[in-house]
T-cell receptor, first 115, second 113 residues
């Protein structure tokens, strides 16, 4: 049973399109995240939700909009895709804050390629 | 702000060689420290963690000790295997109400038979 699952695994799309990536966790965690990993493997947080409420919103273009319909889901919608959006996007979840005695569980990633 | 600095990769070793991947951090408080591993084509997995100074995290033959005096959390393994080939990320736990992990840039390790 997959703990954190993302769909799709691969996404190839043209510039200007709108696309969504879905994430679901079956761990009963309260907190979910979206991270972006660039071509050099650098990981940067984009958003974090706790119990469906946005708690972290890093400096991300407002073309990116997260949506959390319930505690187990955090979807990422991207409008007007640009070439620079090409990256691997990771969803993650944690029981609370990923600090003492907790850890973040990651999905397998969605490789987005904008052409 | 908080930050993590890892040694630049890639690192290439022969099987059974000794591995060290350096990690130092900058933080105002006393964060938890983590090493995550990303195998090819997969997401990140927690490898080990340490929650306070002088703690040693260990898993799968890997070890790292939380050194407050040198603000370091170097990853070591005495004898690497081909299956250890992956990207390794050092990370700093959240502080001051922030919910985010801060990651280093990752170090790619390739182990040759």
């Amino acid at each position: 049973d997959t703990a954190v699952s993302q769909t799709p695994k691969y996404l190839v799309t043209q510039m200007g399109n709108d696309k969504s990536i879905k994430c679901e966790q079956n761990l009963g965690h309260d907190t979910m995240y979206w991270y972006k990993q660039d071509s050099k493997k650098f990981l940067k947080i984009m958003f974090s939700y706790n119990n469906k409420e946005l708690i972290i919103n890093e400096t991300v273009p407002n073309r990116f909009s997260p949506k959390s319909p319930d505690k187990a889901h955090l979807n990422l919608h991207i409008n007007s895709l640009e070439l620079g959006d090409s990256a691997v996007y990771f969803c993650a979840s944690s029981r609370g804050s990923p600090g003492v005695n907790t850890e973040a569980f990651f999905g397998q990633g969605t490789r987005l390629t904008v052409v | 702000g908080d930050s993590v600095t890892q040694m630049e990769g890639p690192v290439t070793l022969s099987e059974e060689a000794f591995l060290t991947i350096n990690c130092t951090y900058t933080a105002t408080g006393y964060p938890s420290l983590f090493w995550y591993v990303q195998y090819p084509g997969e997401g990140l997995q927690l490898l080990l963690k340490a929650t306070k100074a002088d703690d040693k995290g260990s898993n799968k033959g890997f070890e790292a000790t939380y050194r407050k005096e040198t603000t370091s959390f170097h990853l070591e393994k005495g004898s690497v295997q081909v299956s250890d080939s992956a990207v390794y990320f050092c990370a700093l736990g959240p502080q001051g109400g922030s919910e985010k992990l801060v990651f280093g840039k990752g170090t790619k390790l390739t182990v040759n038979p």
